[in-house]
């Protein structure tokens, strides 16, 4: 692949797309009721990158937040077809929703489930990765 890209991605409509610049590996699953009321499911699996390794393409005008009024919580999504996109996880990082990965998801692997006290009663979580009763701790 050209200039260092190690794995794309794009939401549904193909309006909001972006490139990474480091091989990606772990994936980190929330099932958070904030993240679980986001995406309408059991939570949202991300996969957590250096802020300078993630590079939007194309109509970035289409990329819309939204943040908790009490702003401890962020998501953003694309306007016209509602896919959650990449964000800020903190000062030098972003996350992005992995099922949005187009190429460069060969070697994820789940490693860690946060907000295990808040998942949905229906859900089960499988054998993969690290149960986390609430944020992620080493
Ligand atoms: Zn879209
Ligand atoms: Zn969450």
Redesign the pocket.
Known sequence: MNSGICATG???????AFAVKVPLHSVFICHCSICRKSTGSGGIAVTIVPKQALHFIGNTE?IKKWEKPNHDWLTQF??????PLPGKNDENTYYIPVSLLDSGYENLEVKHHLFVDSKANWEEIGMMGKQHKEAFEK
Do not use: D, F, I, K
């Not at 694309?78 to 896919?83: D, H, I, L, R, Y």
């Open positions: 794009s939401c549904n409509c193909g309006a909001v289409q694309c306007n016209s077809c509602g896919s």
